[in-house]
């Protein structure tokens, strides 16, 4: 190579380098659908990939503007092959982690040692959807393939049996980025998910962690324990009569203020953008009703269930954000709680005793408003009715002790004669073919359950469930090799079903629970 070509080989090098190190520092997540709109919903709406999360999830090789510039002028051209385009000018992201086994003969504990570091991802910042963070975190597993709010939880139960506790305060310590990065957690770390977050289990995971680091924790947090709470409680003081909802929160007509799922944008979601729009040309409802529903759904992480169908059975009648659910609720309380401790501890006495009173208003409202007569159940908030349907939600107040003995016992009862199943609990007592719905089981709910149960020494059920919930986790694997992330609770022969893809494996929280379980003496 002659020195004017190497000279030449080296300046190219440098200024390339020079330019992808700007582009990743200055724009290092984008929002695909707002970047290349054109393209992607072609990608999307022509079906080029079979799950509409994966082009979601795919990473541009230039810059988004070249990306348009190269799609404008190659669609025009003859013969013009999108599948080609998109591999072309995009990485697309590997679901390895969806397939992978441990060796023949490993024990059920060892196979979730094992997965602690297949499911690890680095504090890394790609120039793609991904949000980055900065430190590593567990993800899920298959298609899901960034940090989750809700399901961090439960698989942090695992982390703390393996005695992980470094990798649960570095996914407390990412949570907490998001929240003073963006102002609240989102339903993972991705851009297409920044108008919406999930369950919020940020104060029980503060609380773990305290369990392991000491009371210092939960004062550690407290900023972002209120910036959690003062998105969810976002426009309160705007509620009256004639303007009973904004957002995330609901006021009643007696006054009481309580919260619903929402999302902050009411359009296709990018990462089922094609089963939004299919569903829009079939429901009666408005678009912006139906996505508005769609996603707030999301939100609640039961995506999807009768649970939100105004006629039980049709996704297309989805109302989500008519419903007040009582997980939410619940939730919230707790939340309350911990920061009228966390002020405590500070020793602001005044705000101590004023998130103390919050908790207390909530409690007597989720008494008053959730109680179904032998269950607790969401409720209606237009309609001011309560909910027809029976879903494992309603374990949630016997989890955070906020039952009665005799509301407990009735619960009990209901778990025991009409969730409970040979593999576990379902999720609800319909059978419609969406994932939140029976035949099908989940790690957190049975978690939820069995807790809540102790919490009232109603010891027979809850051991009736566990029992159940980890023989039918231990066949699985068993015949597989593999823990997924939901179970047939009615035949462990056959595989659970429903919702927008196929059964994933990994799986961070059905790992956490599962060791959970079987650690205890």
């Known amino acids: 190579m002659t020195y004017s070509k190497l000279l030449f080989f080296f300046l190219k090098t440098l200024f390339s380098g020079i330019f992808i190190c700007l582009t990743h520092h200055t724009q290092a997540q984008i929002n695909p659908l707002e970047e290349y709109p054109e393209l992607f919903r072609e990608v999307q709406l022509k079906a080029v990939y079979p799950d509409s999360k994966t082009f979601a999830d795919a990473i541009p090789k230039v810059a988004s503007e070249e990306v348009v510039e190269m799609y404008d002028r190659e669609k025009q051209k003859a013969g013009f092959d999108l599948k080609q385009f998109v591999e072309k000018y995009f990485i697309i992201p590997s679901t390895k982690d969806a397939t992978y086994q441990t060796p023949e003969g490993i024990s059920l504990e060892a196979h979730i040692d094992t997965l602690w570091q297949v499911l690890s991802r680095p504090p ?286 009735l619960v009990s009862k209901k778990l025991a004669q009409d969730f409970l199943k040979v593999g576990g609990l379902i999720t609800t007592l319909v059978e419609s073919g969406q994932q939140w719905d029976s035949p099908n089981g989940w790690a957190p709910l049975q978690w939820i359950a069995i807790k809540g149960l102790r919490n009232y020494k109603l010891t027979k059920t809850s051991q009736k469930i566990k029992d159940a919930w980890v023989a039918s986790n231990r066949k699985v694997f068993d015949q597989t090799g593999k823990l997924v992330e939901k179970y047939n609770m009615l035949s462990t022969k056959d595989e659970a079903g429903g919702g927008e893809y196929p059964l994933q494996d990994g799986f961070g929280w059905s790992n956490g629970v599962l060791l959970k379980l079987i650690s205890e003496k």
């Open 124 to 409: 890394d910042t790609i120039y793609s959807s991904l949000i980055a963070l900065p430190k590593p975190y567990i993800v899920p597993g298959g298609r899901f393939r960034e940090i989750y709010y809700w399901d961090s939880y439960f698989t942090m139960l695992g982390l703390q049996v393996a005695g992980k506790t470094q990798v649960i305060e570095n996914m407390v310590d990412n949570f907490a980025h998001l929240i003073d990065k963006i102002g609240f957690i989102p339903n993972g770390n991705r851009t297409y998910y920044n108008s919406r977050s999930q369950p919020p289990f940020f104060s029980l995971m503060v609380m773990l962690l305290s369990e392991q680091k000491g009371e210092k924790t939960i004062q550690k947090y407290l900023p972002q324990l209120q910036k959690e709470y003062d998105f969810w409680m976002k426009n309160k003081e705007n509620l009256n009569a004639q303007n009973p909802a904004q957002a995330r929160v609901v006021r009643l007509e007696d006054g009481t203020v309580l919260n619903r799922y929402w999302d902050d944008q009411a359009a296709p979601r990018p990462e089922s953008y094609k089963e939004d729009v299919e569903l829009s040309e079939k429901s009666k409802q408005s678009e912006e009703d139906l996505y508005r529903n769609l996603r707030a759904a999301c939100e609640s992480g039961w995506d999807f269930s009768t649970r939100w169908f105004a006629d039980g059975k049709d996704l297309g009648s989805i109302q989500t954000t008519e419903i007040l659910p009582v997980d939410l609720n619940t939730l919230l309380y707790h939340l309350e709680k911990i920061l009228a401790q966390a002020y405590k501890l500070e020793g602001n006495t005044a705000d101590a005793n004023r998130y103390e009173k919050l908790a207390e208003q909530r409690a007597e409202a989720i008494r008053k408003y959730f109680w179904g007569g032998d269950f607790y159940m969401d409720y209606h908030w237009k309609s001011q009715k309560t909910s027809p349907h029976y879903t494992l939600a309603g374990a949630y107040p016997l989890f955070f002790e906020m039952a009665s003995k005799k509301e407990a016992k």
